[in-house]
């Protein structure tokens, strides 16, 4: 069974970088197409940006795109999420997933419920 443990979460300031990881284990990294996603309290999962088996394709939601990378090391089994001049609308949880059905990425971030595998999320706080 794949496992998924997000790292890099914290507070930062308005205008700040932060970057988190997403560490995998227990099954072939190669395998998955990789996600993150974030849940603030009282809003829908919004789907930020996902990235494929060898990290050649991606794909941003609309409020990551301009702001945020999305890149993964196969060598090292972890996917990475580079935020950059960060908003207080960014607070939230975030999550990393991986998923290793043949899907494209826009149906991968579009349809989240779906993903088989989630990690337990990093708390983001974005505050002066």
């Known amino acids: 069974q794949l496992q998924l443990v997000e790292s890099g979460g914290g507070l930062v300031q308005p205008g700040g970088s932060l970057r988190l990881s997403c560490a995998a284990s227990g099954d072939r990294f190669g395998d998955y197409a990789m996600g993150w996603f974030r849940q603030a309290p009282g809003k829908e999962r919004e789907g930020i940006s996902c990235i494929g088996r060898i990290g050649t394709r991606t794909s941003y939601g609309d409020s990551a795109k301009g702001r945020f990378t999305i890149s993964r090391d196969n060598d090292k089994n972890t996917v990475y999420l580079q935020m950059n001049s960060l908003k207080p609308g960014d607070t939230a949880v975030y999550y990393c997933?991986?998923?290793?059905?043949?899907?494209?990425?826009?149906?991968?971030?579009?349809?989240?419920?779906?993903?088989?595998?989630w990690g337990k999320g990093t708390l983001v706080t974005v505050s002066s």
């Open positions: 997933a991986a998923d290793d059905r043949f899907i494209s990425l826009q149906t991968m971030c579009g349809r989240s419920s779906d993903i088989p595998y």
